[in-house]
Structures are given as structure tokens and as C-alpha cells.
């Protein structure tokens, strides 16, 4: 079978303008929760687009780990190439796959760093060989070879114990959405795309887009 030959007809279900919120950060919530109740594998990943300051963008999968009504939050290491990124242009955009409820949804805006307190919560969450990770690991920069990574973390388990402190550049981000795309996918492509935009009133407006 060649590339072009592969394909799926989505057939699960439908997506109307009277179905969704309003607020789709709300509605967001409602499909995350039903990802949830369906076991989607890794429901939490999400793609992370971010453009460097010669306009490249580059995509990786991280994990949501916040959500409210302020926006989406995620934690990695400031000083790794997306942590770079966003310091020299502050938006984003992220992009959840449930291919098993046939749905993604698109999110987009500007991003700002979460507090240290947040940052300190959530790291003092985590497990200790994650935090210890965290503590061995230059997140994005080159290294000689594995062992010398290893030996790091043997370095800093013995160094820290069990009271592992966040790193001074480890903390999250918060992409605060401007832009929120709902898509269901449907038979013979003719898939349902319900899209919000905010105004500068910051108000949400609702539209249906072209498959």
C-alpha cells in the first residue's frame, strides 16, 4: 500500500454550534474529561509549536499539567531550545489528538511564565527521579554520550537525597489562548470545525469553518 492509499473514515459522531459551550475553555474541559472516561492513551500530551527568531518552527509533545479559566500550563526547563523560543517570541500554539474519539483540538496565544509558587508546587509533586532528572539533566544542550548523563544523576541523587530543590531554571509556562479550534472529524472528509476567537473586548465569538 502506498502513502496516498492510506486513509480512515471518521464516522463516531458530529459536532453542531448548539452542542458546544460557549466558553471553550469549558468546552475544552467537557472533551478532556470524555477523552478521560474513553482511556485515550495519554490524553495530557499535547504538541507545542514554538517559532525562533528566524521564523523556523519547531514541534514537540509535552504534557498539560494546569488548566483553568486563565489558560493551559505545562513545565519544562527555561533554558532548553522551546524555553529559548518563547522568550524571544511569547506565542504558541498546541494541538491535542484523540484519535480514538476522532477529535483534536487547536489552541493558540500568547505565553507567559507561571508563578514560582506554582513552579515550586508542581515540581515538589513530582516524582523524586524526575525531580532528580530535572536537577542532572541541560535540557536541550549536547552531551558526549549517556554514561556522562547517568553518572550526573548518580551525582545528584547522592548530593540531594530525597530533598531535591527545583532548579533555579526549571519552572511552566502558561499559554493564555486567543484561539481555540474544536474539530470532529466526519465521513468523506467532510469534517466538523467549530473555531472561537477572541475580540479585543475579550470576548469570545463562535464560528463553523470549512472542513
Given at each position: 500500500m502506498s502513502l496516498a492509499d492510506i486513509r480512515t473514515d471518521y464516522q463516531r459522531a458530529s459536532l453542531s454550534e448548539e452542542q458546544v459551550d460557549a466558553d471553550p475553555v469549558k468546552q475544552f474541559s467537557v472533551w478532556f474529561q470524555e477523552a478521560l472516561n474513553a482511556k485515550v492513551t495519554e490524553p495530557n500530551a499535547m504538541s507545542l509549536s514554538t517559532v525562533n527568531t528566524q521564523g523556523r518552527p519547531s514541534s514537540r509533545i509535552v504534557l498539560i499539567k494546569e488548566l483553568d479559566q486563565r489558560g493551559m500550563a505545562w513545565f519544562t526547563h527555561y533554558t532548553s531550545k522551546k524555553g529559548e523560543e518563547l522568550a524571544a517570541n511569547p506565542y504558541?500554539?498546541?494541538?491535542?489528538?484523540?484519535?480514538?474519539?476522532?477529535?483534536?483540538?487547536?489552541?493558540?496565544?500568547?505565553?507567559?511564565?507561571?508563578?514560582?509558587?506554582?513552579?515550586?508546587?508542581?515540581?515538589?509533586?513530582?516524582p523524586l527521579s524526575s525531580r532528580i532528572g530535572a536537577q542532572a539533566s541541560e535540557q536541550s544542550k549536547v552531551i558526549a554520550n549517556r554514561s556522562?548523563?547517568?553518572?550526573?544523576?548518580?551525582?545528584?541523587?547522592?548530593?540531594?537525597?530525597?530533598?531535591?530543590?527545583?532548579?533555579?531554571?526549571?519552572g511552566g509556562y502558561r499559554l493564555l489562548p486567543d484561539y481555540m479550534e474544536f474539530w470532529q472529524g466526519r465521513s468523506s472528509r467532510l469534517h466538523d470545525r467549530i473555531a472561537y476567537t477572541k475580540n479585543d473586548q475579550e470576548v469570545w465569538l463562535r464560528q463553523r469553518l470549512q472542513p
Open positions: 504558541a500554539a498546541l494541538l491535542f489528538f484523540w484519535p480514538e474519539l476522532e477529535r483534536q483540538v487547536r489552541i493558540e496565544g500568547r505565553v507567559e511564565k507561571v508563578s514560582d509558587a506554582e513552579s515550586d508546587a508542581y515540581f515538589n509533586s513530582r556522562l548523563l547517568e553518572e550526573r544523576v548518580a551525582k545528584m541523587s547522592a548530593q540531594y537525597g530525597a530533598q531535591v530543590p527545583r532548579p533555579q531554571g526549571w
